[in-house]
C-alpha cells in the first residue's frame, strides 16, 4: 500500500497498549518505522508489539529522551493529560503531537473510507465488513477496537492494496466518545445507534445529536450514509438529509435478515443487526448477494463479543466462560439476551464490573434493570480508565447497585420474565474470581462482562489459575 509513515521517521506512542492506538503502532511497524512507546502496564498488546521490534517501557515514570532517540512524530491517546512529561517535552522541542483520532483522519482522507459509528456494534459491524471485503478479493486496510481472529489482532494490514480505480479502501471504527469522529473524512458512514453514553463528555442526548450532525456533514458529497432505521435518533438526523441514505434494519429487510441469519455463527438480534448493516455496505461496495453472505458466514466472532473464551469442568461436566464487552445498559441488555437465548436451559452466572464512576451514576436507573436475564450476578466494584474523567463522580459503587438491584429482586412477583435470583457485591477481582469458583454448578454458563480488566477473570479461569488476580488500570 501506499505508505503513510517513512522508514526514516522515529514515532513514539503514549499508551501504545491501547486497543486503538496500538493498531496504529502496528502499521507504522510494518512500514518500516522505528516505533518507540510507553504505557501504565504491560499486556499482550504490548507483548505482541515488542516482539514486532517495539522498543516500549512499562510504568507511571516510563520515559523516553526525545531528542537523543531523534524522536520525529508523538501519537497520544486521548487519556494522556496535556501534563504528562513527554507531552510537555515533545512541545518544548516543537515535535508535532497528534491524538489517536486525529492520525486516524489524516488516515482517512488517503482513502476511500467508510467509518463504522454509532454507541454500539462498532466494533463487530466493522469486522463483518473486513471479512467479508477482504473474501470478495477487495484487500482493505481495516482498523477495529477489538481483536479479530483471523487477523490476529486489531488491524488487517494489505497485501498490495489498490481498490478499483487505484484508491485503497479504509475500513475504521469511529469512536464517538470526545466527539473524534469528527477527525474523519469519510465516503461512507455507518450509523448503528445515537443514545445517551459518555456523559463524562456531552452534557446530554441533545449535545450527542449536535455533534453526530456535525459528523454527517463531514461525508463526502457523493458518499452514502448507512442508517439503521429502526433507531428514532438516527432518524431523526436524517430528516433532510442531503447525501444518499441507505436503510437497514426496517421492515423492507425481513426476508435478507432471515437469509443472514440462517448463515450467521453469532447469536443475538443485535449482531443479525450488526450483520445487515455491513451488507449493506457491501452492497454499496457493488459486491453481489454471494459474495457478502459468502463473507458474513465466515465471520466467527471477535475478542470479547460474546466470545467463548474456553470451558471449565465441574463434577466432570464441561462448563463454557463466556467474555464479554458489553458496559452500557442496552448493551447488558441485548448480549444477555443473546445468551439466555442460545443457552434456554442453563443458569447464566454473570460476573460484571461497571465501567467508570460517571457512566454508572448518571445511567444508574437504566442498569439497575438489565440484568433480569442472568440467574446470579457478582458486582465487582467500578473499574475507571486511568485519566478518563479529569473529576471521576466517586460518590457511587457497585454496593449501591447490588442494593438496588436487591430489592428488585424482592418484587419478582411483578415483573415478566425476572430471572434473576441473586446478586451480591465483590470489592475486587481476585473476590470476584473466589465467587464465581464458590458459586458455579455444573449446569451453569459463567458470563464475564464489561469493558474494564475483568477479562483476565476469564482468562485466568480457562488457564486454571486460580491464585490472587493481577489486575490494572488500562489506559
Not at 444508574?364 to 473499574?383: G, H, L, P, S
Amino acid at each position: 500500500m501506499e505508505h503513510f509513515f517513512s522508514k526514516s521517521e522515529r514515532i513514539l506512542f503514549i499508551g501504545i497498549g491501547g486497543i486503538g492506538i496500538s493498531a496504529i503502532a502496528k502499521l507504522a511497524l510494518s512500514q518500516g518505522a522505528t516505533v518507540f512507546g510507553v504505557d501504565l502496564a504491560s499486556s499482550s498488546i504490548t507483548r505482541d508489539l515488542e516482539t514486532s521490534g517495539a522498543i516500549i517501557k512499562i510504568g507511571r515514570q516510563a520515559t523516553f529522551d526525545l531528542k537523543k532517540q531523534g524522536i520525529s512524530l508523538i501519537v497520544q491517546t486521548t487519556a494522556a493529560p496535556a501534563t504528562h512529561p513527554l507531552i510537555k517535552n515533545g512541545k518544548k522541542l516543537n515535535i508535532p503531537i497528534l491524538t489517536y483520532p486525529q492520525i486516524l483522519g489524516e488516515i482517512s482522507k488517503k482513502f476511500i473510507t467508510i467509518a463504522v459509528s454509532g454507541m454500539h456494534g462498532k466494533s463487530t459491524t466493522t469486522a463483518m465488513i473486513g471479512i467479508l471485503s477482504v473474501e470478495a478479493g477487495l484487500d482493505p486496510l481495516v482498523i477495529v477496537g477489538t481483536k479479530v481472529r483471523e487477523w490476529g489482532g486489531n488491524i488487517r494490514l494489505p497485501l498490495n492494496s489498490r481498490f478499483n480505480k487505484n484508491q485503497p479502501l479504509f475500513i475504521v471504527e469511529a469512536d464517538e466518545y470526545k466527539s473524534a469522529m469528527l477527525n474523519l473524512s469519510s465516503t461512507v458512514i455507518v450509523l448503528t445507534r445515537i443514545e445517551e453514553d459518555h456523559l463524562d463528555y456531552y452534557r446530554d442526548l441533545q449535545h450527542i445529536k449536535q455533534e453526530f450532525k456535525k459528523y454527517l456533514k463531514n461525508l463526502a458529497p457523493c458518499g452514502a450514509l448507512i442508517a439503521n432505521w429502526q433507531d428514532k435518533n438516527i432518524r431523526a438526523l436524517a430528516k433532510n438529509f442531503p447525501n444518499k441514505i441507505i436503510k437497514y434494519n426496517n421492515n423492507d429487510d425481513d426476508a435478507l435478515a432471515a437469509k443472514i441469519k440462517s448463515i450467521l455463527k453469532v447469536p443475538g438480534r443485535h449482531n443479525l443487526e450488526n450483520a445487515l448493516a455491513a451488507y449493506k455496505v457491501g452492497e454499496y461496495l457493488g459486491l453481489s448477494e454471494k459474495q457478502i453472505l459468502s463473507g458474513l458466514a465466515k465471520f466467527n466472532g471477535t475478542w470479547r463479543r460474546l466470545e467463548l473464551a474456553g470451558k471449565i469442568k465441574k463434577n466432570n461436566a464441561e462448563i463454557n466462560i463466556i467474555s464479554d464487552y458489553a458496559h452500557h445498559p442496552s448493551e447488558i441488555k441485548a448480549s444477555l439476551q443473546a445468551i439466555r437465548e442460545q443457552y434456554p436451559d442453563k443458569r447464566i452466572l454473570l460476573a460484571y464490573q461497571p465501567h467508570q464512576h460517571n457512566r454508572t451514576k448518571k445511567l444508574f436507573k437504566d442498569f439497575v434493570t438489565v440484568f433480569d436475564q442472568a440467574d446470579v450476578v457478582i458486582m465487582n466494584e467500578i473499574f475507571d480508565v486511568a485519566g478518563r474523567e479529569e473529576n471521576p463522580d466517586q460518590n457511587i459503587s457497585s454496593r449501591d447497585l447490588v442494593r438496588a438491584i436487591q430489592k428488585r429482586i424482592k418484587k419478582r412477583l411483578e415483573i415478566k420474565n425476572l430471572k434473576l435470583r441473586s446478586c451480591c457485591y465483590a470489592k475486587n477481582l481476585s473476590t470476584t474470581k473466589l465467587k464465581i469458583l464458590k458459586s458455579t454448578k455444573p449446569n451453569d454458563i459463567i458470563v464475564i462482562m464489561g469493558a474494564g480488566d475483568i477479562d483476565t477473570v476469564a482468562r485466568q479461569l480457562v488457564a486454571k489459575k486460580y491464585g490472587k488476580v493481577k489486575y490494572h488500570q488500562q489506559s
